[in-house]
């Protein structure tokens, strides 16, 4: 199976710092590209998605996608408390036509 | 929460017993999965369907099964529940325009097997 890598975490950033979360994927064929929030015993939110190459923008949410380098990124600007959660990186695999996770990067936001 | 439920939220059940967990979904999307999450490995795939008596096996098949008689319901049914089958389980289901599908989770069920 290909694989989505993420960054092992876990991330601490100050309340209002800007968090960067990192996501890897080996399929090249991968053509959808999605960020999902879980706070601790919920299910996994969908927050961004992207398809295209460069930036999408969405309030304080910025993702980043460059295909060449098979990587897609997730920044959070002016980090809240509220933000603190586990961030899953998926990717759609065209090829088998499957939602990949990786493990996810877990977030604190320190008041 | 794209119209979905699972029942029962909390189960505890012993070795041996079969288990069965349910997906209910309002919004006649055609695509159902269930996933378990455990952690150091993510969500991981069990089985899929794409229609009703249409299913197929994902990542992590092995000790379970499914049914979809109806397109509202996904059955997912573990034979002979072992310990390393305690885990969470969530249902998603795919909505979207095609090319641009994105998959909504139900609120998951926790199964302890003892």
């Known amino acids: 199976q290909k694989e989505v890598e993420q960054n092992s975490g876990p991330l601490s950033v100050p309340e209002g710092a800007i968090a960067s979360l990192n996501c890897t994927y080996s399929?090249?064929?991968?053509?959808?590209f999605f960020w999902y929030r879980q706070y601790s015993g919920k299910s996994p939110e969908l927050i961004m998605s992207?398809?295209?190459?460069g930036d999408k923008e969405d309030g304080r949410f910025t993702a980043q996608l460059n295909k060449a380098s098979q990587y897609v990124s997730l920044l959070i600007r002016d980090s809240q408390p509220s933000d603190s959660a586990t961030y899953l990186c998926a990717v759609f695999q065209g090829g088998s036509e499957k939602l990949v996770f990786g493990k996810g990067t877990k977030l604190t936001v320190n008041p | 929460d794209a119209g979905i439920t699972q029942s029962p939220r909390h189960k505890v059940t012993e070795t041996g017993t079969p288990v069965t967990l349910r997906c209910h979904q309002t919004e006649n999307h055609r695509y159902m999965y269930w996933y378990r999450q455990d952690p150091g490995h993510g969500l991981r795939l069990i089985h899929y369907s794409y229609g009703v008596k249409d299913t197929d096996k994902g990542e992590v098949s092995d000790g379970y099964s499914v049914s979809r008689s109806k397109t509202e319901d996904f059955l997912l049914t573990l034979e002979s529940a072992t310990s390393s089958q305690t885990s969470v389980y969530f249902c998603?289901?795919?909505?979207?325009?095609?090319?641009?599908?994105?998959?909504?989770f139900g609120p998951g069920t926790r199964l302890l097997v003892l």
């Open positions: 992207i398809y295209s190459n």
């Open positions: 998603a289901i795919s909505a979207g325009t095609p090319r641009r599908e994105t998959q909504y």
């Open positions: 399929d090249r064929g991968s053509q959808s």
